[in-house]
């Protein structure tokens, strides 16, 4: 309900004129692929599409009567690769031969493009359920689920601890421009993360406990899908996988230093 009064606080707009919802990632209810020759191949990757913040923010506002909305296919990097107008600290205005360039001031470490070429050159691999399920079980590893507390308490893995990615903003209410969306609660990205890993791995990154880091979608650093006759095909629409709760986290625990870290497929 926050979410749905700031969109109308900040923008100042009635149920009648067009949203367009943009986020990081885009993510798409598309469950198939295009290929070269124009066919049409079903992604059994990404049975219900590609989750993401603005598709779930679409859907908030549409619940909320909001009728002319539009979703932003490929997020902010499709805006950027188009050379369009931003504003922001990473990126200034610069003019070469009469003809305006856009030049990256400083690589933003933390730009999804930058955390996905990280965990490739990490080799992080991705287990499958029953592999975290019997790792956990035989004490060799630790399931941390990087959802939300709240969401963590519904329904989790068993053996698993819960180590939020995001926490709840609390105090006063700021504007949805500067604000996460996630799911019904409004988040901020949880500055002790990695503090309150070691909590559960231990203090010494080296020598810490194997962890498989796990999130509502999963996501994946692969962008390639397998076919039935068992070639691959590369898919155009993710470049650099699927982004995720649970992959950002690895990456920022690779980055503290932890080197036994895996990734739940598929996520919870």
Known sequence: ADF???????????????????CSTGGTLKNTITKRDGSSLVDSQRAFGLESLSLRAADE???AGFKNILHLEGGFPAWTSEYLPTEGSSIKEVRAAGKEEKKVEKADPNA??????????????????KEASALASSKEAVIMDVRAGAVYEKEHSNPSV??????????SRGKAGKRLFL???????????????????GSNAKTAKTVIVCCSTGGTIENKIKKRDGSFVVDSKRAFGSESLSLRAADELIKAGFENVLHLEGGF
């Open 4 to 22: 749905v009064k700031d969109v109308e606080d900040t923008l100042g707009l009635g149920f009648g004129k067009t949203i367009i919802v943009c």
């Open 61 to 63: 506002l549409i619940e």
């Open 112 to 129: 999804w493009a930058n955390v996905h070429k990280a965990l490739t050159d990490f080799g992080l691999k991705s287990i499958s359920a």
């Open 162 to 171: 819960s180590v939020p990615y995001f926490d709840r903003v609390k105090g």
């Open 183 to 201: 799911g019904p609660n409004t988040t901020q990205k949880n500055v002790n993360f990695v503090k309150d890993a070691q909590a559960v791995l």
